[in-house]
T-cell receptor
Framework: GAGVSQTPSNKVTEKGKYVELRCDPI?????LYWYRQSLGQGPEFLIY????????DSGLPNDRFFAVRPEGSVSTLKIQRTERGDSAVYLC????????????????FGEGSRLTVL | AQRVTQPEKLLSVFKGAPVELKCNYS??????LFWYVQYSRQRLQLLLR??SRESIKGFTADLNKGETSFHLKKPFAQEEDSAMYYC?????????FGTGTSLTVIP
């Protein structure tokens, strides 16, 4: 597709349930990022993939959160035993890495998945 | 620790007036600074980056390492500039975002 695609756009679940959020990046973009945005806050870094591997997962808040990118394209963010505090918009972004200066590359964001935990 | 501070949550200006959105950062290394914008019902997108030294939609931003600032400026605000603006710091693998400033341009 032309841009970063995220599904579902909205997810309502009950406390304690398991949730998966999917991100389909722009074709050819090797870098993929997950962010979480709570109301009134800026995007908060969760995890960064370069290809298939998680190059930096230091932003994952606890072991209930996990993300995979098995073929270096689509990524899935998995949240176990959801809590009300997990309610937020989860943003995915992809970027074309540019040699050693990875961050001179522009981040292309999806529209986000809004998660509501009741 | 890396940090991006945007002190103004809300900013209102009249059409045609100058606008400045403030951003300060904290980083021990060589920073890469960006401004991202989110218009109503659209996704977050890049507005400009400091290394390009470009003007986009009339906006400019100068990196001041002495004051650790990267303020966004436009001499004459337009109604279509109303949006949410985020300052971002790029370091290694991560982009750190500020909490954002909501700009409203009053006709």
């Amino acid at each position: 597709g032309a841009g970063v695609s995220q599904t579902p756009s909205n997810k309502v679940t009950e406390k304690g349930k398991y949730v998966e959020l999917r991100c389909d990046p722009i074709s050819g973009h090797t870098a993929l990022y997950w962010y979480r945005q709570s109301l009134g806050q800026g995007p908060e870094f969760l995890i960064y993939f370069q290809g298939t591997g998680a190059a930096d997962d230091s932003g994952l808040p606890n072991d209930r959160f996990f993300a995979v990118r098995p073929e270096g394209s689509v990524s899935t963010l998995k949240i176990q035993r959801t809590e009300r505090g997990d309610s937020a918009v989860y943003l995915c972004a992809s970027s074309k890495r540019q040699g050693a200066w990875a961050n001179t590359g522009e981040l292309f964001f999806g529209e986000g998945s809004r998660l509501t935990v009741l | 620790a890396q940090r991006v501070t945007q002190p103004e949550k809300l900013l209102s200006v009249f059409k045609g007036a100058p606008v400045e959105l403030k951003c300060n950062y904290s980083y021990s290394g060589s920073p890469e600074l960006f401004w991202y914008v989110q218009y109503s019902r659209q996704r977050l997108q890049l507005l400009l980056r400091h290394i390009s030294r470009e003007s986009i939609k009339g906006f400019t931003a100068d990196l001041n390492k002495g004051e650790t600032s990267f303020h966004l400026k436009k001499p004459f605000a337009q109604e279509e500039d109303s949006a949410m603006y985020y300052c971002a710091l790029g370091t290694g693998n991560q982009f750190y975002f500020g909490t954002g400033t909501s700009l409203t341009v009053i006709p």
